[in-house]
């Protein structure tokens, strides 16, 4: 039981030809025993138990960060375990490399495609197991043989075209032609229609049923609802690295889907107290720019606004086109009452504007560099008296953010890479605090921080907030944005979708809304 | 979910490493000195001390401007032809009958003009570093050799052509300059707001300009002052060799490079300083006036200039990966 398409010709290679035991069809192929992974103390999925039988299409769903990526990259050999066991048709193995996954015939599909762009699909299709004559590649009998696999799947691509070429949906499915090629018996497709179109889509579940029906197991990673009732045998539901729950599909409905996704047992969420609101610091009128279109909303003094809404719902998009730092195309900014421009950064800063961005390692931290000086950039400027920077006041200013923020280091000498994901939020805090704001923007602010650092930076906000600050919060963490937001913006494919006051939807409605049922 | 893993306890104090790579490096310079002194009995004489020091002197500037690029994660390859454009610059002038300060001036002034281009090139046009730099080198010597038209301008200013064999206090006038490019630059890059930027730049530049720091301004700073530098130099070398010659200075971006690398930067950015590249360029510059005084091929001494950025660099990587 080998793939539809045999061309694989690695037999001289010893160690990949590992003795495949077929499985009959609605048996365990592959089983998980307390599969854990931790980093550091985050546990990004708890101990596991998920069984998937042999041919079946079995969708795993689940919200950003319930641990969808840490479970494929386990699979697939690119992280390894922490503890636990998984057995493949039977037997324990380590899979500890992708390629060993690959050779036991474990392949995954991603929602960005990994293929080399600037070769042809050809090549892509054949990379790492090229056709061979003398130590010489013989590209037109793998161009032929691409195109044959190609027009046999339905896809009405070219071959010999360079990847680069094709839309994001087309590349998509070449990585799909490419797996179902080499011999593989465990497909893992991550959230694979994301970029694809309606018909391509169509494509690419017509090819999933024709693996099916060949004995192949896919695992099917999607947000979307419809698409796993159209697909699945069986799904099961993560939520916060826990697997919560398996159904079988026909057993099951949206409604309890989503149930089992909401968090409800709301632990460690400070609720603020109620404070009074004060006047509106900002409004945006039908604010458009790259990712978001049509977004009014405002903030007012001492109350937080939160962004909820799945990654690339253009919540971050949006944050990022206030600050600045990207163009806007339509809309207006009102700043307490007054039209303004934010043509770059230094204007939503000079205004009063503060960003925590999404992320730590890419937006928010000069990793190798000390504590101090990221705490002190946005301010070197305030520091400096004529040419130089007067030292005493730059060491004052970090050790003060160190010592009210807590930072668990010996000196603001450390690099910031040195530290933990919650200490390194608090530098980013610190620099924004020791600048001083009106409105902050704190994108994803608990991303890979501890529970006790998640409390003291929800106590952080109170403090803002009695200041006369206001807030807006991205999270993708409902509970998080559901406790804290006074109110609650809904955002799906670039647009502001739902308004709420605090509690006035359920989890269930919001989560809804943000999908898209 | 992008989780980091936790590596509470890496206390790195950072500054006292520098120092003590700081010392190494001068440990090593005077190691090499007191080996030639043993073994040579020329080398500790004034005129070779004097020679060693006027050899380092012009490297060691372009060094220090180089550093600022690589410290913003760039690359200047530009430098060695902006010296032999700007020594046939300033002889051309003088030719012309403009007097000496202007005509100085007026080099400097190319010198900032051809930075603000390189910036312009990475910043407005999106070209690498790498590639914007290597175009103006070969550009640089086409023009300056089709001003020349192939041969070379003699200078017969004598009061520029001595400056460089002067001595100040027993110390070469070389030298002196090396120390007035050396403290203004260190005020720059370590005490002021520009230098912190610099290195903001190459460390993360999306982080830099979230954190308000102009980062377009801050890399037309950088390739700026390396080109000035490189002008800068190109007038002590004119006044050295008493021509504009567009050929001159031959493969100095490399001996600048490999100066700052010698001297601790990292060619991947936001790590480097200004004494690193100076102590740099003079070992660089010993090791090739050791060579000279024990007859060792001078095909030879690139050789041993090759291997020796090997082995520092390597040890300066062994260093870090330690410290991490």
């Known amino acids: 039981m080998t793939g539809l398409y045999d061309v694989s010709h690695r037999h001289d290679d010893g160690a990949t030809t590992i003795a495949k035991h077929p499985v009959p069809k609605g048996q365990p192929i592959l089983e998980m025993r307390g599969l854990q992974k931790k980093y550091g103390a985050v546990e990004a999925l708890k101990p596991a138990n998920i069984t998937f039988l042999s041919g079946e299409i079995h969708a795993i769903v689940g919200e950003n960060g319930a641990g969808k990526s840490t479970l494929i990259k386990l699979l697939t050999g690119v992280i390894r375990r922490t503890s636990g066991e998984v057995f493949w048709c039977g037997d324990a193995v380590q899979l500890a490399t992708p390629n060993e996954a690959i050779s036991r015939g474990i392949n995954a599909v991603h929602q960005e495609v990994v293929l080399c762009r600037h070769l042809s699909v050809a090549a892509n299709m054949f990379l790492g197991d090229e056709i061979n004559k003398n130590g010489l590649m013989r590209k037109r009998a793998m161009t032929d043989a691409a195109q044959a696999v190609l027009n046999d799947l339905g896809f009405n691509l070219p071959a010999a075209a360079l990847l680069s070429d094709l839309t994001i949906g087309q590349q998509q499915l070449v990585a799909t032609a490419r797996a179902a090629m080499r011999g593989t018996q465990f497909l893992i497709f991550d959230e694979p229609t994301a970029y694809l179109t309606r018909q391509e889509s169509a494509q690419l579940f017509r090819l999933i049923r024709r693996l099916q029906a060949e004995g192949v197991t896919i695992v099917y990673i999607s947000h979307r609802m419809e698409e796993v009732f159209e697909l699945a045998d069986r799904v099961s539901v993560l939520r916060d690295g826990t697997h919560i729950g398996t159904r079988k599909i026909a057993e099951t409905n949206d409604a309890e889907l989503i149930a089992m996704m909401i968090n409800r047992t709301i632990e460690q969420i400070y609720h603020k107290e109620t404070l009074p609101i004060g006047a509106t610091i900002v409004e945006t009128r039908g604010l458009s720019g790259p990712g978001f279109t049509d977004v009014s909303l405002s903030v007012r003094a001492g109350e937080i606004v939160g962004l909820y809404g799945l990654i690339g719902a253009g919540r971050s998009e949006f944050a990022l086109g206030l600050y600045g730092r990207q163009p806007l195309s339509a809309g207006e900014v009102h700043w307490q009452g007054n039209k303004v421009r934010i043509r770059n950064e230094r204007d939503a800063m000079d205004l009063g504007i503060a960003l925590a961005p999404e992320s730590r390692r890419d937006q928010g931290l000069c990793l190798n560099l000390p504590i101090g000086l990221n705490i002190n950039l946005p301010v070197f400027d305030r520091l400096s008296r004529g040419l130089t920077i007067n030292r005493g006041r730059e060491i004052e200013n970090a050790d003060r953010q160190i010592k009210d923020l807590k930072i668990k280091t010996p000196t603001r000498r450390v690099l910031a890479s040195a530290m933990s994901g919650g200490n390194q939020q608090k530098i980013v805090i610190g620099k924004w605090l020791s600048h001083g704001a009106k409105l902050f923007i704190f994108d994803e602010p608990t991303v890979g921080v501890d529970v006790g650092t998640k409390a003291e930076i929800y106590r952080l906000f109170a403090r803002l907030l009695e200041q006369g600050a206001g807030i807006i919060l991205i999270s993708s963490y409902l509970p998080e944005v559901y406790e804290l937001s006074d109110r609650l913006h809904v955002f799906r494919q670039g647009k502001l979708v739902a308004s709420h006051t605090y509690r006035s939807a359920s989890h269930e409605e919001v989560l809804t809304q943000a999908i898209g049922v | ?324």
């Not at chain 2, 400056?163 to 002021?192: E, N, T």
């Not at chain 2, 890399?219 to 010659?245: D, H, P, Q």
């Not at chain 2, 100095?252 to 700052?260: D, F, N, P, V």
């Open chain 2, 1 to 324: 979910m992008s989780v980091e893993t936790t590596t509470e306890t890496a206390p790195v104090p950072k500054k006292g490493m520098n120092i003590l790579f700081g010392l190494t490096l001068l440990g090593l310079l005077l190691f090499l000195w007191l080996l030639l002194g043993l073994s040579t009995t020329s080398f500790w004489t004034s005129n070779n001390i004097s020679n060693l020091l006027r050899q380092g002197s012009m490297t060691a500037i372009l060094a220090v401007g180089q550093t600022f690029v690589i410290i913003t994660a760039g690359i200047d390859l530009s430098v060695g032809a902006v010296v032999g454009f700007s020594s046939v610059t300033v002889a051309w002038l003088l030719q012309q009958g403009v007097p000496l300060w202007p005509a100085m001036g007026i080099t400097l002034l190319v010198g900032v003009a051809i930075g603000a281009f390189h910036a312009f090139g990475i910043v407005r046009m999106g070209l690498p570093a790498f590639i914007i730099t290597l175009a103006t080198l070969t550009s640089l010597r086409g023009i300056g050799l089709l001003v020349t038209n192939g041969s070379t301008i003699s200078i017969s200013n004598e009061a520029f052509t001595n400056f460089s064999r002067a001595d100040f206090l027993g110390i070469p006038s070389l030298f002196w300059m090396v120390i007035a490019v050396a403290i203004p630059a260190y005020i720059f890059l370590h005490l002021s707001r520009w230098g912190r930027y610099l290195f903001a730049v190459g460390s993360n530049s999306e982080a830099a300009r979230l954190s308000g720091v102009n980062v377009n301004r801050t890399i037309y700073l950088a390739y700026i002052l390396s080109s000035t530098c490189a002008a800068f130099v190109g007038l002590l070398l004119a006044s050295r060799i008493g021509i504009g010659n567009a050929t001159q200075a031959e493969g100095w971006e490399l001996q600048a490079i490999a100066s700052s690398v010698i001297g601790g930067t990292s060619l991947f950015g936001a790590v480097g300083s200004v004494h690193g590249p100076l102590l740099g360029a003079f070992i660089l510059a010993t090791i090739n006036n050791g060579a000279n005084l024990l007859n060792v091929n001078a095909f030879v001494q690139r050789i041993i200039t090759g291997v020796l950025i090997i082995v520092i660099v390597y040890f300066d990587q062994l260093r870090r990966r330690g410290s991490r």
